[in-house]
Structures are given as structure tokens and as C-alpha cells.
T-cell receptor, first 114, second 111 residues
């Protein structure tokens, strides 16, 4: 089945130690998103790639970076994780060029910062 | 800031009862999505709506795109314990824009 895959599902890192979360998709969608979600709140958009174009949300801290080396993969880099960065990180994809644009989420990566 | 409101914020129902929840905005949207999220998992798409007045079903779930284009509704019939979770609506105003999310409705089903 076509899907959005996130690895790892659980990630533990130390305060200040860089960490990378990965996302891959088999949907061939042109947009990939990274969201942060805390405590059952609504997902908060960090940034997204429309093809190779990177679009950062205005309130996303510089500590968060992203890379999209090809259509299928996208990475979230947290350069110096703080305790406040502990959260669920969700990757999503959509095909924005279609009138019937629909967004699909991966299962998420739960990040713990010690 | 958040542009969608969801009501109710939480609800407790008895197994077998029907459930209604809604999502509202002060702006017009051209796409509405409904998701269910279980603890520790990503949101799962339930229903997508693309036209004002559209009524779409997925098993026991039915969702409608409000005729004013400022709201959407989700109904669950004959609730079962596995319906427990948080239901998020998401909307998009225009082609090429990002989706915005409501704060969610937390559903609890009592046996």
C-alpha cells in the first residue's frame, strides 16, 4: 500500500545533541510537511517542501532544519534539542496540484529529550 | 493563529449512541478534511470534502461540507469503543495553500 513512513517511531536524545528524523513516501506527492504536536493539541506546521522549494513557517525556530534530497524522502534536523522540543513529530504529504488535494500523515516519531 | 473552531471540545457518550461534531470558521474554505488520531499515532484521514453541500460517508461515519463553506460536520452512528480518540478537522482556503487544523474533539465511549 502507498503510504507515509517515519523512522524511528521513538527517538531519545540528550539535551543539545543533534538529532535527525526521517520520512519517506510512496505516494509520489509533490509536497512534504513536518508538524510538531504536543499533548493532544492540533499539529503545528514547522515547514514544508513543495517539490524542491523550501517554505518555512514564520514562527519555526532556527533550531529546526529540513532537507528533501528527492521526491520520496524528507528529513527533520534538530540542531540542539532543548527540553521544550520533546514532542510528537509528524510528517505528511499532499499533491497540491490537484483540485482534490488531500493530506496524509505518517505514524509519527515521539521525541524524548533527556 | 488558529482559524478553525471545533465543537464540542470533548464528549462522553454511551456505546451505541450517535455522535455529532462540527468545525467552523469565519473564512470560506474550499476543502475540508476529517481525521481521527489514536494515542501515540499519526492522524488517519477519515473523509475528504471538496464541494459545498457535499455529503460523504465512510462506513458509520458521515461528513458534510457546509453550504456556506464556513463549516463542516462529522457524524458517527452507533458508536463503538474503538471510536475513542481525537477527531481533527482541517481546512484549506484556496488552491496552493496549506491546510489549517482545528483544536480537535476528544471522544470517549462508555461501555
Amino acid at each position: 500500500d502507498a503510504m507515509v513512513i517515519q523512522n524511528p517511531r521513538y527517538q531519545v536524545t540528550q539535551f543539545g545533541k543533534p538529532v535527525t528524523l526521517s520520512c519517506s513516501q510512496t505516494l509520489n506527492h509533490n509536497v512534504m510537511y513536518w508538524y510538531q504536536q504536543k499533548s493532544s493539541q492540533a499539529p503545528k506546521l514547522l515547514f514544508h517542501y513543495y517539490d524542491k522549494d523550501f517554505n518555512n513557517e514564520a514562527d519555526t525556530p532556527d533550531n529546526f532544519q529540513s532537507r528533501r534530497p528527492n521526491t520520496s524522502f524528507c528529513f527533520l534536523d534538530i540542531r540542539s534539542p532543548g527540553l521544550g522540543d520533546a514532542a510528537m513529530y509528524l510528517c505528511a504529504t499532499s499533491n497540491r496540484d490537484f483540485y482534490t488535494d488531500t493530506q496524509y500523515f505518517g505514524p509519527g516519531t515521539r521525541l524524548t529529550v533527556l | 493563529g488558529q482559524q478553525l473552531n471545533q465543537s464540542p471540545q470533548s464528549m462522553f457518550i454511551q456505546e451505541g449512541e450517535d455522535v455529532s461534531m462540527n468545525c467552523t470558521s469565519s473564512s470560506i474554505f474550499n476543502t475540508w478534511l476529517w481525521y481521527k488520531q489514536d494515542p501515540g499515532e499519526g492522524p488517519v484521514l477519515l473523509i475528504a470534502l471538496y464541494k459545498a453541500g457535499e455529503l460523504t460517508s465512510n462506513g458509520r461515519l458521515t461528513a458534510q461540507f457546509g453550504i456556506t463553506r464556513k463549516d463542516s460536520f462529522l457524524n458517527i452512528s452507533a458508536s463503538i469503543p474503538s471510536d475513542v480518540g481525537i477527531y481533527f478537522c482541517a481546512g484549506k482556503k484556496n488552491y496552493g495553500q496549506n491546510f489549517v487544523f482545528g483544536p480537535g474533539t476528544r471522544l470517549s465511549v462508555l461501555p
